[in-house]
Structure formats: C-alpha cells, structure tokens
C-alpha cells in the first residue's frame, strides 16, 4: 500500500477521492481521524492509503465539458464516460476526477 498526500479542492468529496485513488471512504476517515464524511474541509490535507492509480487523471474545473476534457487529451467523449462510468454525461462538476488515459 501506497500512502500519499492529497489537498481536498472545491467539489471533492470522500467518495471521489476514494475512487480515485482505489481505496474506501472509511479508510480515508481511520487514516486521518476524521469521524465522519462531513469533517473534509478545503485545502486539508489528507493521507490516503492508495491502491493502484495507474492511468492519468483529470480535476474538472468550472466551466468544463466532457467535450473539451476530451478534445484537450485527444480521446473521444465517449471513451471518458466509458472510463469514468459515467451515469449521467451531462453532469460533471468542479472537483471531480475524471481517468483520462
């Protein structure tokens, strides 16, 4: 297991976080004493207790679309939502992670 350090932005939550750096929510919570879901603050710093974070990943911005994620990385829309599984493409927001590669 790999412990690394990671800065919560606007939009983050403990679920994504969790997804992206293929470990749990309640991992995430034990690893930096937090009790609850609701204790992650902007700009903390959390230590997560990584699993296998191959690939690259993308921080949605405000403003994006799945469209110029896509264009910027030279992938296609639906091989994003393919990666990210992606339930509702019209919906990304600011602090998401998206898997680009």
Same mark, same amino acid.
């Given at each position: *297991?790999? $412990? ?10 403990? &679920? ?10 309640q991992?995430?919570? *034990?690893?930096? %004493? ?11 710093? !959390? ?9 690259? &990943?993308?921080?949605?911005?405000? @403003?994006?679309? !799945?469209? %110029? ?5 030279g992938?296609?829309?639906?091989e994003?939502?393919? *990666?990210? *599984? $992606?339930? %509702?493409?019209?919906? +990304?927001?600011? @602090?998401? +992670?998206?898997? +680009?590669?």
């Amino acid at each position: *297991m790999e $412990l690394i350090q990671y800065t919560v932005r606007p939009g983050n939550t403990l &679920f994504g976080i969790a997804q992206f750096f293929n470990t749990t929510v309640q991992d995430i919570l *034990m690893f930096n %004493n937090l009790k609850t879901t609701s204790d992650l603050r902007i700009g903390q710093v !959390l230590t997560i207790p990584a699993g296998s974070t191959d690939g690259e &990943f993308y921080v949605v911005r405000p @403003g994006d679309t !799945l469209w %110029n994620i896509a264009e910027r990385y030279g992938i296609t829309v639906a091989e994003l939502i393919n *990666m990210n *599984m $992606l339930i %509702n493409p019209n919906i +990304i927001y600011p @602090g998401q +992670i998206l898997k +680009i590669k």
